[in-house]
């Protein structure tokens, strides 16, 4: 079996407790439109342009079998739609100008990559963390990653969106030892217009997960415009409330960082004109949640 | 412990020391001058050289600043034209024509136990009853007697120096309106005039005693850097006693240690470094930390300075609220405290041949340096070898001339058979050059025995009074020099990318090579990214590449612990730079790692600036693969961030890093933590940020006060993002 992974970061202290690494699963079934990791989308792999760090070698005009990289003109110029991301050019870029993202990977590989770190998830009380994009969507791959980090004894975490029948979180439910999932708004017809698909869902298996016992972290990116208003906010905290099992409620701020990345894989950023939420708005936002009762957080 | 604010002194005397530049040292070597001139008929070196002490320390002008709770500083008045062509008359003509005298100076901590516990009237009586033994007729005896007799000069000096001040505390609170003040300055007088020539009763006592004792030592003998040891131990029944008696409060006791700190910070010329060490296992295996440990730590805090370089000795007992405490120093971006591997230590110490009741008593010298307190006659950094240089040398690459250019000279070897062959051939120049080193600073060693001499140094290092030998001619008890090796992580590079180009890939050719070196990379970039993006590097938590440093840090360590010093101490290796990472990568030619000519070498011994991708964990996981039991010379590893907007899990974060660092076995490793717009902002605007502190190759400096390639470096180096 093999499965997408994006990325693996070890020194991952955001992530659940202590020092942990995240693996970065490739593959999204939700486009939020302000999503800060748009490599993480397509569960494939892509070819990333950075075209400030070209240094005019020309190893990659050579090396591509498909015409995608072409000089026109005297400028380069990168045809995506010819693009079959074999990675042939990005692996004679030294500059790192092409970049290829998503690794194909064995689960026995990413646990190894994982596990390297151990040594540090025992002194911080630390683990392993999936994410994504979306892990639930390589069901079959994740649960093998779990499998293979729980026998070493390790503490698992997961980050996904719930957005899937309750059977699949509940086929992983004995491999994870701390959820995280976010809710973006109360207001589903909001979620399907800002993510593509409604909350009903994802609510219901909050539910159920908070009634299992599993430990769940809630979150929150605040975003601009669609859920940084007080009522936004409290209309959570008081879903969040009445979930038994919750560890603690997190307020995530937007930024705008993520432009570069979607311009290197050629797509339009909706998101890029939104400014960050200011500390103090995170601040009032997480006063209005802690007012429904929940230890709320901010994060950065 | 409660924690305590910095007092409003505190912050004056530190915005004072942070407005002053150095202080000029021209008085000290001006008297020392005269005297040395006027005792041209003294038959024993030792004699006129200890006359020379004297002199120095009855003649100096008492500085007293009108915030000071502790007094002894350099005098800050401007030498009249008459003296200034008298010391240029010296510096000029007199000094050079005397008999060299080399090799390093100072870097150890004396034995301010005893100093404390005995004063110099019991230093005197033991030194009467040695001389009692003496039978004057053997030539041995006789040269003992000598020294005996300068050792005695040299402490009346010490005496009158005290005395000086303690006159000039009277003066002064005399002429002085402020009540409060005169007080301060009559009880400053009374302990002037009581230690150290009695055992000092009172924590302020003791204070004074180790700051005037240890400023005299660098006044009188014209050195500098003599480090405070493990204050945290000497200090403690005299801390206790007062607390117990009612005499001192925690706010009182913090305030004196904070001017303590400030004190040695005032004299210290910037760009060096010194220091002491807290916390640590006595002998018995047990931790001492104590309250004192947590003022020290608080001193960091409240005095903000790049000097002293605190280092705390971690082990498996250090109370966890003394961890978090240094952790959330480091968080804040403070430099301090380095934290130091105490078991690690005190196991290498054990195996250089120091008993239990020494091997826990070590400290870093200036950097990272270790030598045993109290005992010590260590040369440390003596010298630094470049890594990359020699394996240019083996490649026939050679230095950087004055115009930055490099010439290509003969290869030692045509062609290498193999990868092996080649490492082999490094490992010969490598013993070749430790040879020389040995010789060169054994010579260094042998100007000192019979040119050299400091009595007053003597008197607080054993064993020089029972042996009746001053420190030059091996009174000390351990006599090691320590060469330090710049440059490990692009050594390790550059062989790992040559094994991979030139022997696995044949990607290119050693000619190839040498010429793209010579040439800077000029017009082959796209080779210069091959050999630094796509060669893994060392820091990355690669078995294959971490090899290597496992084997040249073990070849290292067993050639230079081959030899013995003049004295016939031992010879320990280091892996830590000061600032001569940047000094000798200025001068070094672009190198296989894929560094460009000029550029600095590794800052330590952790990986190079920017090769470390896989992030803090991985690095941590290289630099503990190799064995740092026997580098004793120090090792300096680096942890750099960028500054958290979630402090929390960044102290935690900290915590897990320095805690894995140190259970596997890791020697020294320092934090900084700073953000490259500050780093910015402050090569644009000195004036606003003469007091931001960074952490460099086993040192703290202030940023602004760096070359301006040694600030481009800090603010290229690698910052751990996702913070």
């Known amino acids: 079996m093999q499965g997408y992974v994006t990325n693996i970061q070890r020194y991952s202290i955001h992530d659940g407790p202590g020092i942990r690494t995240t693996v970065f699963l490739k593959g999204c079934n939700l486009r939020c439109f302000w999503c800060h990791n748009p490599e993480t989308l397509a569960p494939k792999p892509e070819l990333q342009l950075f075209p400030e ?25 990168f045809r995506r739609e010819l693009c079959q991301a074999c990675g042939a050019c990005a692996e004679t870029c030294y ?7 998503g690794d194909r990977m064995t689960p026995d590989e990413v646990v190894a990559q994982a596990l390297r770190d151990r040594p540090f998830y025992e002194t911080s009380n630390g683990g392993v963390t999936l994410s994504g994009g979306e892990p639930l969507l390589q069901l079959a791959f994740s649960r093998a990653i779990l499998e293979g980090v729980r026998a070493q004894g390790v503490h698992t975490a997961i980050e996904t969106n719930a957005c899937w029948p309750w059977e699949r979180l509940a086929s992983l439910a004995e491999l994870v030892d701390l959820w995280m999932v976010d809710i973006k708004t109360m207001d589903s017809d909001l979620h399907r217009q800002v993510t593509g698909a409604p909350n009903e869902q994802i609510l219901a298996n909050l539910h159920q997960l908070a009634d299992s016992g599993a430990p769940v972290i809630v979150r929150t990116p605040i975003v601009p415009g669609i859920n940084d208003a007080a009522e936004d906010v409290a209309a959570i905290a008081a879903f969040v409330a009445g979930l038994p099992s919750l560890v603690y409620y997190e307020l995530l701020p937007f930024h705008p960082m993520a432009t570069g990345k979607y311009r290197s894989l050629g797509l339009d950023y909706r998101a890029a004109k939104l400014k960050r939420p200011s500390p103090e708005t995170m601040a009032t936002l997480a006063q209005v949640a802690a007012g429904s009762g929940v230890e709320a957080r901010t994060g950065g | 412990m409660e924690r305590v604010a910095a007092t409003a002194r505190i912050e004056r005397l530190r915005e004072q020391i942070l407005a002053e530049e150095t202080i000029p040292r021209d008085e000290p070597e001006l008297l020392w001058a005269r005297s040395w001139m006027a005792t041209s008929g003294e038959p024993w070196n030792l004699v006129r050289r200890a006359r020379a002490t004297k002199a120095v320390l ?47 100076r100072a870097h150890m901590a004396i034995d301010y136990e005893t100093l404390l516990r005995r004063g110099l009237s019991g230093l005197r009586q033991q030194i009467a009853l040695y001389r009692q033994r003496l039978d004057l007729t053997r030539p041995d005896d006789l040269e003992r007697d000598a020294f005996y007799r300068a050792c005695e000069i040299a402490l009346d000096g010490l005496r009158a120096l005290f005395g000086r001040y303690a006159a000039a505390c009277e003066r002064e609170a005399a002429q002085t309106s402020d009540v409060g003040r005169a007080k301060e300055l009559c009880e400053l007088a009374r302990i002037c005039r009581r230690v150290p020539e009695h055992p ?50 925690l706010g009182s006791a913090q305030e004196l240690i904070d001017c303590l700190c400030l004190m040695l910070s005032s004299y210290t010329p910037r760009g060096l470094a010194v220091g002491f060490m807290i916390g640590g296992r006595d002998a018995s295996g047990r931790d001492v930390s104590n309250a004192l440990t947590e003022h020290f730590l608080e001193s960091i805090a409240h005095t903000r300075m790049a000097y002293p370089g605190i280092g705390l000795c971690w082990n498996e007992d ?41 091997a826990c008593l070590y400290q870093h010298s200036t950097c990272v340096e270790l030598t045993p307190v109290a005992s010590s006659n260590v040369y440390v950094a003596s010298p630094y070898i470049n890594l990359v240089q020699l394996l240019h040398d083996l490649l026939g690459v050679g230095p950087l001339d004055a115009h930055g250019d490099a010439e290509l000279g003969a290869e030692r070897s045509a062609a290498f058979a193999s990868f092996d062959a080649l490492v082999e051939a490094y490992e010969a120049l490598l013993a070749d050059t430790i040879r020389a080193a040995v010789v060169e600073q054994n010579t260094a060693q042998m100007t000192r025995y019979y040119h050299g001499g400091f009595p007053l140094l003597s008197c607080f290092v054993n064993d020089c009074l029972a042996r009746g030998l001053d420190i030059d001619q091996g009174g000390a008890r351990h006599n090691w020099i320590e060469p330090s090796f710049v440059g490990l992580a692009n050594l390790v590079d550059a062989l790992v990318a040559i094994r991979r180009y030139l022997f696995e890939e044949d990607a290119l050719d050693l000619a190839q090579l040498r010429e793209a070196l010579a040439a800077d990379f000029c017009g082959c970039e796209d080779l210069r990214l091959m050999l630094l993006q796509r060669a893994p590097k060392y820091g990355n938590d ?6 290597l440093a496992v084997r040249m840090t073990s070849y290292i360590a067993s050639e230079v612990r081959r030899y013995r010093t003049y004295l016939g101490g031992a010879y320990h290796p280091g892996f830590f730079c000061w600032i001569m990472h940047e000094r000798l990568g200025r001068a070094t030619a672009a190198s296989p790692d894929g560094r460009l000519a000029g550029q600095a070498l590794g800052d330590g011994s952790g990986p190079a600036q920017g090769r470390e991708r896989l992030g803090p964990t991985a690095a941590v996981l290289s630099a503990t693969k190799w064995d740092h039991t026997p580098m004793l010379g120090g090792i300096a590893v680096n942890l750099r961030f960028t500054r958290s907007r979630r402090p929390e899990g960044f102290v935690q974060g900290l915590r897990g890093l320095i805690e894995t660092y140190l259970r596997r076995g890791g020697m020294e490793i320092q934090v900084n933590v700073v953000d490259t717009e500050t780093l910015k902002a402050a090569r644009e605007n000195p004036e606003a940020y003469r007091d931001l502190v960074v952490r460099i190759g086993g040192y703290s400096d202030y940023f602004v006060g760096l070359s301006p390639q040694m600030q481009a470096e800090i603010i290229q180096r690698t910052e751990h993002e996702g913070l």
């Open chain 2, 58 to 104: 009855e003649g100096l002008t008492p500085e007293i600043g009108p915030d000071d709770l502790l007094v002894g500083t350099f005098s800050r008045r401007t030498l009249s034209s008459g003296e200034r062509a008298e010391l240029e008359r010296w510096r000029s003509e007199l000094s050079p024509a005397a008999s060299p005298v080399w090799g390093q």
């Open chain 1, 95 to 101: 500059a790192e100008a092409l970049v290829l993202v």
């Open chain 1, 53 to 77: 760090r070209c240094i005019g070698c020309g190893a990659c005009l050579e090396r591509c079998p498909y015409g995608a990289h072409a000089r026109v003109n005297g400028d380069r110029v």
């Open chain 2, 542 to 547: 690669d078995d294959d590449v971490d090899a």
């Open chain 2, 318 to 358: 250090t109370p966890p609220a003394i961890t978090d405490r240094a952790c959330e120093l480091l968080s804040e971006g403070l430099t301090h405290p380095a934290i130091f591997g105490d078991d690690l230590i005190t196991r290498g110490m054990l195996e250089a041949g120091l008993p239990p009741a020494e």
């Open chain 2, 200 to 249: 000092a009763e009172t924590f302020h006592e003791a204070l004074q005693a180790v700051h005037l004792t240890t400023y005299a030592l660098c006044a009188g003998q014209l050195m500098l850097l003599f480090q405070l040891g493990r204050p945290d131990r000497y200090l403690l029944p005299y801390y206790e006693r007062d607390l117990a008696a009612g005499r001192l409060t």
